[in-house]
């Protein structure tokens, strides 16, 4: 039967150089399985140091060290959990619980290190504690139990995976002595049943219980005294159903996903506050997307209705030239002589004037626009109801308008025929002879009237000249070409270039380019803002793994490897990006939704790629930032953590 644990020649030196400080001398040890060993001697003597090495929670400066048989100089840390968390289970004087879980869950938690069945798992669980007499404590947390039901439980828990050897660093310290003794006499039952146990205590008479006594002092072995025969029993090893590694991995995944939910809900504030950065940066990027798309394809929507082959023709050197009003050179002539190019399909000349509109009792402002007979067809407008005026009426000048939509609305809002109505334009009587169909540029409050452009030069404004000119392009020509000989057609006729064209289709791709560098920039922004906020969890996640090192250390003891710990942290910092992602994309909807309800004329469109982009953004931007504090958990060591308060 080889030793469950051999040390030889081990040293464990503390500090560096001048302060530093040999706690462990040449220390040799041989333990058997299942002997009952109390380790005494003084405080500061280096029992808990030997202890810890003993338990492979601490590396020895120099020596040997084997447990049962293995050699551990060369074991990966990963390996050496799997070994501890196997092989043996701790019992600590501050018992060293989990808080946030309740007994049963802490009793489970090594069982989930070492890859059992969850239904194995909590069956054994409460068939140990159970037998520890917790029966009906077992969804307590730690606080709501005495000190010596606390140390049951991590007795229970030492026990989960079979304890083969028990390591107990003051077991009694923090109890009353009736506790003392129930704590002392469960450790001589499973001596009874073949576990071996170690104890480590200062007190005789805790001391007493065990079959061989070694006494330490400074670092050394001073006595190793035996004190009764015991006989070498097989322990009841917990069977465990071999898992396949992929449900090993799966059940990890899990167990690491319901901690991380536990731990977000434990500190909910701190939680929130987190993803506050990602919730604001996700939220912000996806309604300014949405406003974005929305108010281009509104703009848009605006400039297709205006008609995209056509090329207006204005006064002056381009928009908002206030000298434009004076120059009075662009007239009708002009229409009929491009109305002749072959690359023009249609044209208008506009003359239009505002004016107040008087029907029977009611009056307003609205715009008349005088125009030829194609500007329908040019604009791409339709009528809802009645006819256009016809060429031969633009002609003879006879005082027919069409209204629009809201005008109509306005004036006749009993929805009675207006066709044939006589309405007062500056008091000069024009005969309804039909209506609009409503259109996108109805959006605008001015109301607006058509009639022929004769009747506007003629019996409104009085003046020889026109406001504009828009021309319908074929569709053989590129509408730059016909914009470079119209300009040029006009310029020779006008004799210099006192006027500007505004082609729509130009313009449509202005706007475009125009959203394309606005995406961009805003893109930037987001980008930004996610980096901030990833920052923010980075932070956090490192202030978590500092607060949280303690839990960290009794996770190593109890058989977490260092890559279940990163898991963890890691996993737990993804959780906190994707529900501040998800938040932030509900919040963008919601803004979408308030937007809609109040300010309907703003546009949000929301398209799914957003969304998308934004949720892998926060997915990236967890992994990025969660890496380094999740990392620097897993390289704690385990007696570091163990021993932060
Ligand atoms: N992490 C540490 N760094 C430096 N000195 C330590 C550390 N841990 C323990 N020591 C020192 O090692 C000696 C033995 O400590 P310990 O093993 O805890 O004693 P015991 O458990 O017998 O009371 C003490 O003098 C203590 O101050
Ligand atoms: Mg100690």
Known sequence: ???????????????????????????????????????????????????????????????????????????????????????????????????????????????????????????????????????????????????????????????????????????????????????????????????TIIVVTHDPHVASYAKRVIEIKDGQILSDTRNGEFKTIEAEILKKNKRTPFLYQRDQLIESLKMSVQAIYAHKLRSILTMLGIIIGIASVISVVALGNGSQAQILENITAMGTSTIDIRPGKGFGDRTARTIKTLVVDDANALASQSYIESVSPISSSSGNVIYKNLSSKALLLGTGEHYFDVRGLTMAVGRLYTKEEVLNGDPLIVIDKPMYDEFFPNGENPIGELILFNRQPLTIIGIAAKSARDNSDTLRIYAPYTVVMNRITGSRNITSITVKITDDIPPAMAEKNLTSLITSRHGTKDFYTLNFDSIRQNVKAASATMTLLISGIAFISLVVGGIGVMNIMLVSVTERTKEIGIRMAIGARPYNILQQFLIEAILICIIGGVIGVGLAYGIGLIMEKFAPDVAMLFSMNSVILAMTCSTVVGVLFGFMPARNAALLNPIDALSRE
């Open 1 to 195: 039967m080889p030793n469950i644990i051999e040390v030889h020649n081990i040293n464990k030196i503390y500090g560096q150089g001048e302060n530093s400080i040999r706690v462990l001398k040449d220390v040799s040890l041989k333990i058997k399985r299942g002997d009952f060993v109390a380790i005494t001697g003084q405080s500061g003597s280096g029992k808990s140091t030997l202890m810890n090495i003993l338990g492979c929670l601490d590396k020895p400066s120099s020596g040997y060290y084997a447990i049962d048989g293995h050699d551990t100089k060369n074991l990966s840390p990963n390996a050496l959990a799997k070994l501890r968390g196997e092989k043996i289970g701790f019992i600590f004087q501050r018992y060293n619980l989990m808080n946030a879980l309740s007994a049963l869950d802490n009793v489970c938690l090594p069982a989930i290190y070492a890859g059992i069945s969850p239904f194995q798992r909590k069956h054994r669980a409460q068939e140990i504690l159970e037998t520890l007499g917790l029966k009906g404590k077992i969804k307590n947390k730690p606080t709501e139990l005495s000190g010596g039901q606390q140390q049951r439980v991590s007795i229970a828990r030492a026990l989960m995976n079979g304890g083969e050897a028990i390591l107990a660093d003051e077991p009694t310290g923090a109890l009353d002595s009736k506790s003392g003794v129930n704590v002392m006499q469960i450790l001589l039952d499973l001596h009874a049943k073949g576990h």
